[in-house]
């Protein structure tokens, strides 16, 4: 994450004049400008916002942002929009999430039974739920990706038998590589 | 004449202001105790008890630093698409930890809130806990649930989950770092995503893709819950 934000802090407000004392190019500051991180969060914005108004009056108002991405990623994906006058825009909105996220802890000042009995059980269903999602997630993950390894390096072998005539076959089988 | 509502710029320049002071603080003295999610809503918490100011007169100057939730949503397809070829090659397996992980989290919250005897509205509300703000939001609000107490909820989770997969990682020794990226971006979302990036670049990657494809599944798979809950379980 940090890296991201560094990246999106190398906004050019000294890019945006290349040419001190001769004529301004107006060309190369607008090439520098969209590809800032402001303009492209202004860009961001106001197209989810566009987009917003159109859900709204279709009356999916809750998928704006879920439709908005995948409009973007078919967008990347086709070349419509390249990806450097979205990037650093999409990347300090990533970075700085947690700003976004302030507001919403706040409400516990409008929930005070948090505070109490109800608040420490649902730290419990926290604690217990996440141990489970997350044991069950990499367990699964990692038991099918050793499945697929496995099965793999017994297809090589085989091959590796098939060509060789058995001459090869004396040996253990092909050591199981590292998971990078 | 129109007044000029006060609260909007008041509380959003406080907001801003204690976040890049907290977030600065961060940077300098990375500890998992003073992220900015956890020093700032106590600074303004303070600032706010001290002000005698509800937390009604605060979001309605602030919900707009909420609503941003939509196009963080958006920007979400700048990583996927520049992390193709790492979807592209392991999709199967990430489609399959997502899925586990949604039910997991979704069955897991739904047991043990009612073994506890918590009210429906909570029971709502705590039950999107393991995906990313924007979608958790979306989908406590379509079951019936508050979703100011969901983000609430899912920043707890994040902030817990952090903590917690660091321990679990020592414990399972997993010897794929799709696994180990997963288990974060899973289970703690965007505080686990950045815990992964800690660990490896792989890892950390790995967690974003799994973060966004949660949120994704936990919405898909909405409808059927919303079907479970009426029909069968309500």
Redesign the interface.
């Known amino acids: 994450m940090q890296k991201i934000s560094r990246l999106a802090r190398r906004s050019p407000v000294s890019s945006l004049f290349p040419n001190q004392g001769g004529k301004p190019d107006w060309r190369a500051r607008w090439a520098a400008c969209r590809r800032g991180a402001p303009f492209q969060l202004g860009l961001l914005v106001g197209s989810w916002y566009l987009l917003l108004l159109l859900a709204r009056w279709l009356g999916v108002a809750q998928l704006t942002g879920v439709i908005g991405m995948l409009a973007l990623w078919l967008a990347l994906v086709h070349g419509w929009v390249r990806l450097e006058y979205v990037r650093a825009g999409a990347n300090w909105l990533i970075a700085h999430m947690l700003l976004f996220f302030i507001p919403a802890v706040l409400v516990i000042l409008d929930h005070r039974e948090l505070l109490g009995w109800t608040g420490l059980k649902l730290f419990l269903i926290i604690v217990l739920g996440t141990l489970a999602v997350m044991l069950s997630t990499a367990l699964s993950i990692e038991w099918c990706l050793r499945l697929a390894r496995r099965r793999q390096a017994a297809r090589r072998w085989r091959h590796i038998r098939q060509q060789h005539g058995g001459g090869a076959a004396q040996g253990n089988p092909p050591h199981e590589g590292g998971w990078q | 004449m129109m007044g000029i509502d006060w609260a909007v710029p008041l509380w959003s320049a406080l907001?801003?202001g204690?976040?890049f002071a907290a977030?600065r603080l961060y940077?300098r003295m990375p500890r998992l105790w003073n992220?900015?999610?956890l020093v700032?809503?106590v600074v303004?918490?303070a600032l706010?008890?001290a002000a005698h100011v509800?937390?009604?007169d605060?979001?309605r100057g602030?919900?707009w630093?909420?609503a941003?939730?939509?196009?963080?949503?958006?920007?979400?397809?700048?990583?996927?698409?520049?992390q193709r070829a790492l979807l592209r090659r392991y999709w199967p397996?990430?489609l399959?930890?997502?899925l586990?992980?949604s039910v997991?989290?979704l069955a897991?919250?739904w047991l043990?809130?009612r073994f506890?005897g918590?009210s429906p509205a909570?029971q709502a509300s705590?039950m999107p806990?393991?995906v990313t703000?924007?979608?958790a939001v979306?989908v406590s609000?379509?079951l019936g649930g508050l979703p100011?107490?969901t983000?609430?909820?899912v920043?707890?989770?994040g902030l817990?989950?952090a903590a917690?997969?660091s321990g679990?990682l020592r414990w399972?020794k997993?010897?794929?770092?799709?696994?180990?990226g997963?288990?974060?971006g899973?289970?703690?979302h965007?505080a686990g995503?950045?815990r992964a990036?800690e660990i490896g670049a792989?890892e950390g990657t790995v967690a974003g893709l799994?973060m966004i494809l949660a949120g994704?599944m936990n919405?898909a798979l909405l409808p059927l819950v919303r079907f479970l809950l009426r029909h069968y379980l309500g």
């Open positions: 907001t801003l204690v976040y977030r940077l992220t900015p999610l700032a809503p303004l918490l706010m008890l509800s937390y009604g605060y979001i602030t919900h630093l909420l941003m939730l939509g196009p963080v949503t958006v920007a979400f397809a700048v990583p996927i698409y520049e397996v990430l399959l930890g997502a586990v992980g997991v989290s897991s919250a043990l809130a506890l918590l909570l705590i806990r393991s703000t924007p979608f979306t609000d379509g100011d107490l983000a609430a909820l920043i707890a989770t817990c989950g917690l997969g679990l399972l997993l010897r794929s770092s799709v696994a180990r997963a288990l974060f899973m289970g703690a965007g995503v950045a990036h792989q799994v994704l919405l």
